[in-house]
T-cell receptor, first 112, second 112 residues
């Protein structure tokens, strides 16, 4: 069964702290995506990771991909309240269908 | 910036009614997708299309149907709405298989 698991599911962190969200997957894909969703809103693309060892950074967020371990991480540096949202990773199924499997999501809350 | 639109944004309708959720994109993308998302949960693919006159069922069984007569338009229809159809429906499109899917704002459907 193709699965994408994120942990933690919920994360409450203080402003200024660092933390990492993990995304484990079981497909053989080399393509992984991170999205952000604010409450009641749609999904916003954050990162596209297309190969083993890929690392991308935008502001306080950095994403990496290890295809051998089938693991991606989303690292948060010096969190601020505006980062509060739900973060999803999604993985290509690896069967040339261009369909994605989404993770369970990590709900992040940053408090002062 | 992606241009993908969904209407209506919110819909409250009684059981047994027929409804059509509209999705349009102006980017000329061949691939389009419909996802269903319950509050706080992951996204499940219910329909996808690789191009005009191409539609297939997704991973999650759905009583809805779709059509793709024009590249830019991918409507979803429920012939007889039921309370179990209450959910958020997200439309997405993509061009190249290596690029991310762009999401519309979503339709929040409530069936009473």
């Amino acid at each position: 069964e193709l699965k994408v698991e994120q942990n933690p599911l919920f994360l409450s962190m203080q402003e200024g702290k660092n933390y990492t969200i993990y995304c484990n997957y079981s497909t053989t894909s080399d393509r992984l995506y991170w999205y952000r969703q604010d409450p009641g809103k749609s999904l916003e693309s954050l990162f596209v990771l297309l190969s083993n060892g890929a690392v991308k950074q935008e502001g306080r967020l950095m994403a990496s991909l290890d295809t051998k371990a089938r693991l991606s991480t989303l690292h948060i540096t010096a969190a601020v309240h505006d980062l509060s949202a739900t973060y999803f990773c999604a993985v290509d199924r690896g069967d040339n269908t261009d369909k994605l499997i989404f993770g369970t999501g990590t709900r992040l809350q940053v408090f002062p | 910036e992606a241009d993908i639109y969904q209407t209506p944004r919110y819909l409250v309708i009684g059981t047994g009614k027929k409804i059509t959720l509209e999705c349009s994109q102006t980017m000329g993308h061949d691939k389009m997708y419909w996802y269903q998302q319950d509050p706080g949960m992951e996204l499940h693919l219910i329909h996808y299309s690789y191009g005009v006159n191409s539609t297939e069922k997704g991973d999650l069984s759905s009583e809805s149907t779709v059509s793709r007569i024009r590249t830019e338009h991918f409507p979803l229809t429920l012939e007889s709405a039921r309370p179990s159809h209450t959910s958020q429906y997200l439309c997405a499109s993509s061009e190249n298989p290596s690029w991310e899917q762009y999401f519309g704002p979503g339709t929040r459907l409530t069936v009473t």
